[in-house]
């Protein structure tokens, strides 16, 4: 088993995230793939390693994501590689988890949970936590009621495969340039070569989850972009989106507002009002407005990012 961190600017969390790593008897190395940062990740681990010989770096330019987890896996030396994020602390046991199932022969590819960690007292900036965990939380459920959807809607952070599989099919789509839904282009990709998954809710880690309000706004638009970019390359699969999608589900005046959001001025007031309302609700505590508002901003900018990358202006 060789585990990859891919890591950018985490340099914060990287030594408690590496600790359970090293310290599992199945993993023969622990490579972390330093994405271009400049924060003494590096040099972090190299410390570390002094007294951990399995551990070791990989400095490479910024690549993205899965542009990282490709460089760790040519790297890796073990027959199977297990893929953690810079901000998944491992349950004990974690790596020899993987190692099991695999050896079971359960599928190609193991997902493991990763319940993002919620504080009991909600803060004001926590709105962007709470949608990540109960999308995440309702992703699981559908892996479990639908086990065929586990490869296909791949959801990154803790998974392992073969290294062999990694490397024929590719981790990194040099066309797929968002750094949103990379994971689950290779999903798809691994799902056309004919590889299967299986979660194991059992193979757990918690995820330290953490999003500014701009990041939230960034997500949603690589969110809108990708949405575009996926039946490009998977047209088997997916349809592009239609005009009015983002705008589905919604009340009337609600969906109204969406739909006018794809003029320029239009969007760009109800972007600037909805982020000072997102600001104004967390302060006073009134969560059921900031999560409604946040959900709408989300929508409006996923639209967005959407229009920018069929006009090809989006950079």
């Known amino acids: 088993m060789s585990v990859i ?8 969390l990287l030594e408690r995230i590496l600790r359970p790593l090293s310290e599992d ?3 023969t190395e622990v490579i972390v793939v330093v994405d271009g940062s400049r924060d003494g990740s590096k040099e972090l681990v190299e410390r570390l390693a002094r007294d951990e010989p399995r551990l070791r770096s990989l400095l490479i330019d910024n690549r993205g994501d899965m542009g990282a987890r490709d460089a760790g896996a040519q790297a890796a030396d073990g027959e199977i590689v297990l893929f953690i994020d810079d ?29 993002v960690v919620v504080s009991s007292r909600r803060g004001p900036d926590d709105f962007a ?6 999308e995440y939380e309702g992703r699981c459920g559908i892996y479990e009621r639908e086990p065929d959807s586990v490869v296909r809607h791949l959801w990154g952070g803790n998974f392992s495969m073969r290294r062999a599989d990694c490397l024929a099919i590719g981790m990194s789509n040099p066309g797929f340039t968002e750094h949103y839904h990379g994971d689950r282009d290779f999903g798809i990709r691994c799902l056309e070569a ?32 990708a949405r575009v970019l996926m039946p490009e390359f998977h047209p088997r699969l997916m349809s592009p989106p239609q005009a009015d999608e983002f705008a589905q589900g919604l009340p009337g005046a609600v969906s109204a507002l ?9 969007h760009a007031t109800a972007s600037s009002s909805l982020r000072h309302l997102v600001r104004v609700a967390g302060v006073a505590r009134l969560w059921l407005i900031q999560d409604h508002a946040a959900s709408l901003l989300r929508r409006i900018e996923q639209q967005q990012g959407a229009i920018e990358q069929s ?3 989006r950079g």
Not at 92 to 112: K, T, Y
């Open 5 to 12: 961190v891919p890591t950018y600017n985490g340099v914060t």
């Open 25 to 27: 008897p199945a993993s």
């Open 87 to 115: 901000d998944v602390l491992a349950d004990p046991g974690l790596v020899s988890g993987h190692a099991r199932r695999h050896a079971e022969g359960a599928a190609d590819i193991v997902v493991g949970y990763m319940p």
């Open 129 to 134: 936590l709470m949608l990540y965990a109960s």
């Open 194 to 225: 004919g590889l299967s998954g299986v979660f194991d809710r059992g193979l757990s880690a918690a995820h330290l989850h953490d999003r500014t309000l701009a990041s939230f706004v960034r997500d949603a638009r690589s969110q809108g972009a």
């Open 258 to 266: 969406v739909r006018l959001c794809r003029r320029p001025r239009a």
């Open 311 to 313: 006009r090809g202006t």
